[in-house]
C-alpha cells in the first residue's frame, strides 16, 4: 500500500495536481438570483407593453379599413346616383340603372352603426360592424349636402372607434367630399 506521501510524489511525477474543489457562496448565489429576477421583470414589462400597442393599433387598423370600406360603397353610391335627398343624419339615393331598374338606398345612423337600407325591400345591404363604434363628428352633421351651379357635393364627416380596443377619448376621423353631375337634388 501506499502512503499519502508515496502518493503524492507519484501524482507530482505524472504532473498530476490534486485542486480543491471550488463552489459559490450563498450569497454569490443570492445575487445572482435577484439580478436574473431584474432581468426576468424588465422583459415582461416589455412583453406586456408590446401586446398593449399591437392591441391598440390592430384595434385601429380595423377601424380604419372598415369606415374606408364603408365610405368606399357610399361614395360609389353617389357618384351612381340620379337623385339625393337627405337631412343631418340620413341620406336617401336613388340609382337609375338600365339593366335592374331604379334601386333605392337609404344610408343612415341606426345608434352606433351605420346603415344602408334597400328602400323598396327593407333589407339591410350593408351594416358598420356591431363590435365599432360610429357616430357624428363633434357638433357638424353626419351628412351635409352642398350645390354649386351644376355640382353638388355630399360631405361626409364620420368618427369612429372599436371599444374593445381604444381608449375612449381615441377615434379615427374621416372625411370625404363626393361631387357628381349626374343627379338632381332634392
Same mark, same amino acid.
Request: net charge positive; with cysteine.
Given at each position: 500500500? $501506499?502512503?499519502?506521501?508515496?502518493?503524492?510524489?507519484?501524482?507530482?511525477?505524472?504532473?498530476?495536481?490534486? !485542486?480543491?474543489?471550488? %463552489? =459559490?457562496?450563498?450569497?454569490? @448565489?443570492?445575487?445572482?438570483?435577484?439580478? $436574473? %429576477?431584474? @432581468?426576468?421583470?424588465? +422583459?415582461?414589462?416589455?412583453?406586456? @407593453?408590446?401586446?398593449? +400597442?399591437? /392591441?391598440?393599433?390592430?384595434? &385601429?387598423?380595423?377601424?380604419?379599413?372598415?369606415?374606408? =370600406?364603408?365610405?368606399?360603397?357610399?361614395?360609389?353610391?353617389?357618384?351612381?346616383?340620379?337623385?339625393?335627398?337627405?337631412?343631418?343624419?340620413?341620406?336617401?339615393?336613388?340609382?337609375?340603372?338600365?339593366?335592374?331598374?331604379? /334601386?333605392?338606398? &337609404?344610408?343612415?345612423?341606426?345608434?352606433?352603426?351605420?346603415? /344602408?337600407?334597400? +328602400?323598396?325591400?327593407?333589407?339591410?345591404?350593408? !351594416?358598420?360592424?356591431?363590435?365599432?363604434?360610429?357616430? !357624428?363628428?363633434?357638433?357638424?352633421?353626419?351628412?351635409?349636402?352642398?350645390?354649386?351651379?351644376?355640382?353638388? *357635393?355630399? *360631405?361626409? /364627416? +364620420? &368618427? %369612429?372607434?372599436?371599444?374593445?380596443?381604444?381608449?375612449?377619448?381615441?377615434?379615427?376621423? !374621416?372625411?370625404? %367630399?363626393?361631387?357628381?353631375?349626374? $343627379?338632381?337634388?332634392?
Amino acid at each position: 500500500m $501506499f502512503s499519502r506521501k508515496d502518493h503524492m510524489k507519484l501524482c507530482n511525477k505524472i504532473n498530476i495536481k490534486i !485542486k480543491k474543489e471550488k %463552489a =459559490f457562496s450563498l450569497l454569490e @448565489l443570492m445575487i445572482s438570483l435577484g439580478i $436574473f %429576477a431584474i @432581468l426576468i421583470m424588465m +422583459v415582461t414589462n416589455l412583453i406586456i @407593453l408590446n401586446l398593449r +400597442v399591437a /392591441r391598440k393599433v390592430k384595434a &385601429r387598423t380595423y377601424v380604419r379599413e372598415e369606415s374606408s =370600406f364603408m365610405l368606399k360603397i357610399l361614395k360609389k353610391d353617389i357618384r351612381n346616383s340620379d337623385s339625393i335627398s337627405g337631412a343631418q343624419n340620413e341620406l336617401l339615393i336613388s340609382i337609375d340603372d338600365p339593366i335592374s331598374g331604379t /334601386r333605392s338606398y &337609404r344610408w343612415s345612423v341606426q345608434g352606433n352603426q351605420i346603415q /344602408r337600407t334597400e +328602400v323598396n325591400s327593407m333589407e339591410i345591404t350593408y !351594416k358598420t360592424p356591431a363590435d365599432m363604434t360610429v357616430t !357624428k363628428w363633434d357638433s357638424l352633421e353626419m351628412f351635409q349636402i352642398y350645390t354649386f351651379d351644376e355640382n353638388t *357635393v355630399v *360631405v361626409i /364627416r +364620420v &368618427r %369612429a372607434r372599436d371599444p374593445n380596443g381604444m381608449p375612449e377619448d381615441q377615434w379615427i376621423k !374621416k372625411e370625404v %367630399a363626393v361631387s357628381t353631375r349626374n $343627379f338632381q337634388f332634392n
